[in-house]
């Protein structure tokens, strides 16, 4: 029998392609079949409304990847103390101890100084304006630079809007009276209160009334009217200060383990960053919806003084407020880029919020 060279290549060549056809929807099938199991843990204690269970919460965005996977990617939530200690997740997410951690990035100060600018910043920009200048003005980018050196990646995931000053059990009238109070205050703020003679506490949220009520601190700000109206913070104080100075907004953050978001496929990862998407925005629309009625029945049932504070305090803050960032944006060069990137676009965003919102608000 003669061999017939072309004929051999040829065949070779039909049964190699057809290898390739039918091997690449087998691929996609494996990919899309292939199942995730994760775990995150979160900053705040089992049944926080918001930051743990409700609307927009993060158990609530755990079910949106789950019906949105079609249930090839499980995320198991835990609690504060449930699995790890409140303030933990950082360490737990960068080592791979767990995939996931809900949170607030200003936890992390003492580890990235500039990750405190992802939460909140004390006269900076709204609820608008934050998320305007995480999607869309380079602040997600920035945060995802910062985070990569740790292993880590992180995406907003919740908000509460605009935070009240806090509870006080004695007046404030005057800047001296901050002078020599305890007070629990996260972020920022609390290096702004501590220029002007505050002893800062950092304290979770299950234990901020035993300390208030103890008189273990003078004061302490979590909140708005219906998440410390649940801690129960009105019993063990009465002047409630409803200047937001100190985080104009508050943003959750859904912190990931960087390699373990790199083995997600696109369209997991696609699911990923929808629900916490629709969470940020939810979580937020549920804050609105019921910190009036709280606010009312506070100083109607519960004889709360309900106030902003003076305005020489306001000023004296914001004075400092300026040189503390100011500072800290001189002493590290992440910390510059950040501040300088959330400072231009502030401005920004000021002016249209001054013909905009401003304007409509005084009508």
Known sequence: MTFDRRKFLGAALATSTAGLVMGAPAIVRAESSKTY???????????????VEGP????????????????????????AG????????????????????????????GKIPAAQYFTTVPFGMNTQGMNAWLYHGGGLELWHELYAP??????????????MTGWFRKPINTVEDLKGLKMRIPGLAGKVYAELGVAVRLLPGGEIFPA???????????????????????????????????????????????????????DLQAIVKAAAQACNVESQAWCESVNAEALN????????????????VVARLKE?????????????????????????????????????????LAL
Not at 150 to 163: H, S
Not at 223 to 252: C, F, I, S
């Open 212 to 266: 208030l009520e103890r008189g273990v601190i003078d004061a302490a700000e979590f909140v708005g009217p219906y998440q410390d109206r649940r801690l129960g913070l009105q019993k063990a104080a009465k002047y409630y200060y409803t200047t937001g100075w100190h985080e104009p907004t508050n943003v959750t953050e859904l912190m990931i383990n960087k390699a373990a978001w790199e083995s997600l496929p696109e």
């Open 150 to 163: 740790k292993g880590l990646i992180a995406f907003p995931m919740g908000n509460t809007g605009v935070q």
């Open 56 to 79: 927009g919460s993060p158990t609530d965005f755990c079910r949106k990847v789950e019906a949105m996977s079609g249930g090839r990617m499980k995320i198991q939530h835990f609690a």
């Open 297 to 312: 029945d506070l100083v109607e049932n519960e004889g709360v003084t309900a106030q902003p504070l003076p305005d020489s």
């Open 320 to 360: 400092v407020t300026e040189k503390t960032l100011t500072d800290m944006a001189a002493a590290d060069p992440d910390t510059a880029r950040v501040h300088e990137s959330f400072m231009a676009f502030r401005d920004q965003h000021k002016e249209w919020a001054a013909v905009s919102e401003k304007t409509f």
């Open 82 to 109: 449930e699995l790890i200690p409140a303030l933990e997740g950082f360490n737990a997410v960068a080592s791979g101890v767990v995939e996931m951690n809900a949170g607030n990035a200003y936890f992390w100060a």
């Open 37 to 51: 199991q994760w775990k995150m843990t979160n900053a705040y204690g089992p049944g926080s409304p918001f930051y």
